[in-house]
């Protein structure tokens, strides 16, 4: 297996910043240029980057693993169904074989899921379908405020009520419009997720600041946020489970909000960079002065670890 980050454990990272490696781990990525983005010890779940170079193909058996596969730049072809930028790719396990193709190369995100529902997701066939003509769906959940949609990637995708997502969890291409944000943390019980930007601008104070290529993950119950974006962003949102939320109170989170908004400018363009919280003027000149901040601090809560 080669090197990628633990999905135990809490993850901020930029996917850009990674080394490319020679693919070693599922048969795949053999020979592959690839960036190992996040792997599961238990289950052997891995989530890559990776380059598919002119002429690559690849006959897909389906017997060992569920591969999904986003198109970011390219072609893919699956048994003959072609798709360029912005299409999706879908292998459910035990589906049979699939002859998977490109002509001019592309360069994809790529999940390989060994554990997995038996007859759920895709019909139990093989799936394509190009991103952008799939209908927009409000994500609409019992306390989130408005100002998110999704097109589902994995189908069926259950998208009501206080859980989303089947038995293996969800895989959207999320849209938060500009100005979206919530001043409180939250957290999913008996859930795992991991984001991956694509567009746009995001601040998750005690992580830092989201621009394309950055990569975040929560193991269960584990407390993350706020979140806030001036121009709105897009990113890719994976989990293991169905998904639910919860909601904790940050200091000064009201204030924090506002002040990013009023402050961020309409004339600087969103750069692709991940930020360390520490490293924003966010924390040094706005929070670290104020004595709510700090006595949440002191008391240990702004300490990365899960809730038990």
């Not at 074989?97 to 895709?122: I, K, M, N």
């Not at 795992?192 to 601008?201: A, C, T, V, Y």
């Not at 004339?267 to 692709?272: I, M, R």
């Not at 104020?290 to 002191?298: E, I, N, S, V």
Request: glycine share 10%; net charge negative; hydrophobic share 35%.
């Amino acid at each position: 297996m080669t090197d990628a980050a633990n999905r135990s454990e809490p993850q901020f990272f930029s996917i850009y910043e990674l080394g490319w490696q020679r693919g070693r781990g599922p048969k795949i990525t053999s020979g592959l240029n690839i960036r190992p983005i996040s792997h599961d010890a238990d289950s052997g779940s891995c989530t890559y980057m990776a380059q598919l170079p002119s002429g690559w193909r690849f006959h897909e058996d389906a017997d060992e693993a569920t591969v999904e596969i986003f198109v970011l730049k390219g072609d893919l072809s699956a048994n003959g169904q072609r798709v360029g930028a912005g299409g999706f790719v879908a292998v459910p396990k035990q589906c049979g074989p699939c002859e998977l193709s490109t002509e001019a190369g592309a360069h994809v995100y790529l999940w390989w899921t060994p554990q997995w529902p038996s007859g759920y997701y895709y019909n139990s066939d093989v799936y394509v379908t190009k991103v952008w003509q799939e209908p927009w769906v409000a994500s609409e959940m019992p306390g989130i405020q408005h100002g998110i949609m999704h097109k589902s990637l994995r189908v069926p995708d259950p998208a009501g009520g206080a859980m989303h997502g089947g038995p293996a969890g969800l895989l959207r291409f999320i849209i938060q419009v500009p100005g979206f944000h919530d001043h409180r943390q939250e957290f999913h019980h008996n859930c795992w997720e991991e984001i991956i930007w694509l567009s746009g601008d995001f601040l998750m104070p005690e992580r830092g600041f989201c621009g394309p290529g950055t990569y975040l993950s929560n193991p269960p119950d584990h407390i993350h946020g706020v979140m806030m974006t001036q121009r709105g962003n897009i990113e890719l949102i994976h989990t293991s489970t169905p998904i639910g939320v919860e909601f904790v109170p940050y200091p000064s989170g009201e204030d924090l909000t506002a002040h990013y908004l009023d402050n961020s400018s309409w004339l600087d363009d969103p750069v692709p960079k991940t930020e360390e919280w520490k490293e924003r003027s966010e924390y040094r000149d706005f929070m670290l002065p104020r004595a709510d901040y700090q006595a949440w601090l002191d008391a240990g809560a702004g300490r990365v670890e899960p809730v038990r």
